[in-house]
T-cell receptor, first 109, second 115 residues
Framework: SQQGEEDPQALSIQEGENATMNCSYK?????LQWYRQNSGRGLVHLIL?????REKHSGRLRVTLDTSKKSSSLLITASRAADTASYFC?????????FGQGTRLTINP | GAVVSQHPSWVICKSGTSVKIECRSLDFQATTMFWYRQFPKQSLMLMATSNEGSKATYEQGVEKDKFLINHASLTLSTLTVTSAHPEDSSFYIC???????????FGNGTRLTVT
């Protein structure tokens, strides 16, 4: 299965701290994407990093991709209570997007 | 930005009845839409890929006669859960691709409860 694995499964930090989530996958990919899901809602796309890119930034988000290790990380800096959500990595290959298990992030005020 | 509308947001039905869920791309044409299923606190599992004007491609283990998919236009795909049973209770989410190598746009999901 190409499904990614994320760690940690759950992360609880204080507001203002940085949050780092990791994702590993098994097969070759075209790109890797990170999504956010608030409880009971659909997913919102955060950032896409292509297989030939190593790092990408978007506001308080920083994503890295290491294709040799088949892993990616999502860093959220200066976290806010509103960042509380589940975060999923998704790998695209063979015209399908396969999601990891997700990290449930809780930001404590 | 691109918007995908999914309806209904929640539905409760009796065992044995069928339920139809609609997924519309509001401001772009989607030749391909995807249907996912999500159990509580778990990841999204791809059920099928819906292709406009052709038959859907189902993932292994997904019953195509149970989950009927129709993608009759470039802006609408429907998922019909036929003869629903309590074990079909789940959160169903559709998404649409805006183009090659572009992110998916998701609907807000449908919470199905079968009693």
């Amino acid at each position: 299965s190409q499904q990614g694995e994320e760690d940690p499964q759950a992360l609880s930090i204080q507001e203002g701290e940085n949050a780092t989530m990791n994702c590993s996958y098994k097969t070759s990919i075209n790109n890797l994407q990170w999504y956010r899901q608030n409880s009971g809602r659909g997913l919102v796309h955060l950032i896409l990093i292509r297989s030939n890119e190593r790092e990408k930034h978007s506001g308080r988000l920083r994503v890295t991709l290491d294709t040799s290790k088949k892993s990616s990380s999502l860093l959220i800096t200066a976290s806010r209570a509103a960042d509380t959500a589940s975060y999923f990595c998704a790998t695209e290959g063979a015209q399908k997007l396969v999601f990891g298990q997700g990290t449930r992030l809780t930001i404590n005020p | 930005g691109a918007v995908v509308s999914q309806h209904p947001s929640w539905v409760i039905c009796k065992s044995g009845t069928s339920v139809k869920i609609e997924c519309r791309s509001l401001d772009f044409q989607a030749t391909t839409m995807f249907w996912y299923r999500q159990f509580p606190k778990q990841s999204l599992m791809l059920m099928a890929t819906s292709n406009e004007g052709s038959k859907a491609t189902y993932e292994q283990g997904v019953e195509k006669d149970k989950f009927l998919i129709n993608h009759a236009s470039l802006t609408l795909s429907t998922l019909t859960v036929t003869s629903a049973h309590p074990e079909d209770s789940s959160f169903y989410i559709c998404s649409a691709a805006g183009g090659l190598d572009s992110p998916l746009h998701f609907g807000n999901g449908t919470r199905l409860t079968v009693t």
